[in-house]
T-cell receptor, first 113, second 118 residues
Framework: GESVGLHLPTLSVQEGDNSIINCAYS??????FIWYKQESGKGPQFIID?????DKRQGQRVTVLLNKTVKHLSLQIAATQPGDSAVYFC????????????FGSGTQLTVLP | GAVVSQHPSRVICKSGTSVKIECRSL??????MFWYRQFPKKSLMLMAT?????????EQGVEKDKFLINHASLTLSTLTVTSAHPEDSSFYIC??????????????FGPGTRLTVL
């Protein structure tokens, strides 16, 4: 069936370095993508989103890239900080699907001192 | 803005009892709310879509008689786990969709409720 998956389950980076978290999606009809951050014991926190008519979007210290040709999504975090340690999920949404989100399996980001 | 709350944050109950979890949108009206379940170190699994004033739409494999959803107002949806069993222990998370008129899905999530059934 259709699924959203992540290439790496864990990622460790040094504080101050840039982080790149990847996501592969299989439903080519998906038209909206969101990255969420989830800290332990808490609900997902919206980070950034991107629509399918875009290939790049920037926020504060974060950038999302969308490559529809290979159905790939990435989240780049600049100057990673200890507070960035969390699980990151990508989610996709399809127009006409009651706007339900399908979540990927998640990547645990650990920032090393 | 766009704050979603859940109550309680943690609940421990005995097997066979029922537990109600509330999801509230604090600063906006949400015609659609979603309920998710998350197991440790796993992703979020959509259980049901809750629409204000109508019956919830359940995902395949989710027992509607066990997980009762009521969306009685534009700011409140409740999930009741009936006759809870230890296997129902999980992290339950709700989200609310902001009715901006956008065709895109801007959902904001509550902090989650940890249910432990003894």
């Amino acid at each position: 069936g259709e699924s959203v998956g992540l290439h790496l389950p864990t990622l460790s980076v040094q504080e101050g370095d840039n982080s790149i978290i990847n996501c592969a999606y299989s439903n080519s009809a998906s038209d909206y993508f969101i990255w969420y951050k989830q800290e332990s014991g808490k609900g997902p926190q919206f980070i950034i989103d991107i629509r399918s008519n875009m290939d790049k979007r920037q926020g504060q210290r974060v950038t999302v890239l969308l490559n529809k040709t290979v159905k790939h999504l990435s989240l780049q975090i600049a100057a990673t900080q200890p507070g960035d340690s969390a699980v990151y999920f990508c989610a996709e949404s399809l127009q006409g699907s009651a706007r339900q989100l399908t979540f990927g399996s998640g990547t645990q980001l650990t920032v090393l001192p | 803005g766009a704050v979603v709350s859940q109550h309680p944050s943690r609940v421990i109950c005995k097997s066979g009892t029922s537990v109600k979890i509330e999801c509230r949108s604090l600063d906006f009206q949400a015609t659609t709310m979603f309920w998710y379940r998350q197991f440790p170190k796993k992703s979020l699994m959509l259980m049901a879509t809750s629409n204000e004033g109508s019956k919830a739409t359940y995902e395949q494999g989710v027992e509607k008689d066990k997980f009762l959803i009521n969306h009685a107002s534009l700011t409140l949806s409740t999930l009741t786990v009936t006759s809870a069993h230890p296997e129902d222990s999980s992290f339950y998370i709700c989200s609310a969709r902001i009715p901006t008129g956008s065709p895109y899905n801007e959902q904001f999530f509550g902090p989650g409720t940890r249910l432990t059934v003894l």
